[in-house]
Nanobody
Framework: QVQLVESGGGLVQAGGSLRLSCAAS????????MGWYRQAPGKQRELVAT???????NYSDSVKGRFTISRDNAKNTAYLEMNSLRPEDTAVYYC???????????????WGQGTQVTVSS
């Protein structure tokens, strides 16, 4: 069984910081891109940031300059450092990974269960 387990969400005041972690575990052959998405109440899930194995990074315009994505390839773990948080950053944050797993030997798209981030004004 393959899992993406997120941690680090919580409640923070505007201007504060949080660090999210996402660890991939299970029968994994390889991990390609990893990323973070978020979904606020009543809105569609949107991209926050992605990072490839080679280190190529993409951010949404709304978080550029405030959020930093990174990963530890040896640990199959991705991180999202969130600074200068705003109330509009409040959402459930989901980890995403493209992985090849032993059960299929194919690249698949996997999601974590989500972690709540709430920013109070």
């Amino acid at each position: 069984q393959v899992q993406l387990v997120e941690s680090g969400g919580g409640l923070v005041q505007a201007g504060g910081s949080l660090r999210l972690s996402c660890a991939a575990s299970g029968s994994i052959l390889s991990v390609d891109a990893m990323g973070w998405y978020r979904q606020a109440p009543g809105k569609q899930r949107e991209l926050v940031a992605t990072v490839t194995t080679a280190g190529s990074i993409n951010y949404s315009d709304s978080v550029k300059g405030r959020f930093t994505i990174s990963r530890d390839n040896a640990k199959n773990t991705a991180y999202l450092e969130m600074n200068s948080l705003r109330p509009e950053d409040t959402a459930v944050y989901y980890c995403n990974a493209l992985m090849v797993v032993t059960s299929t030997w194919r690249m698949g798209n996997y999601w974590g269960q989500g972690t709540q981030v709430t920013v109070s004004s």
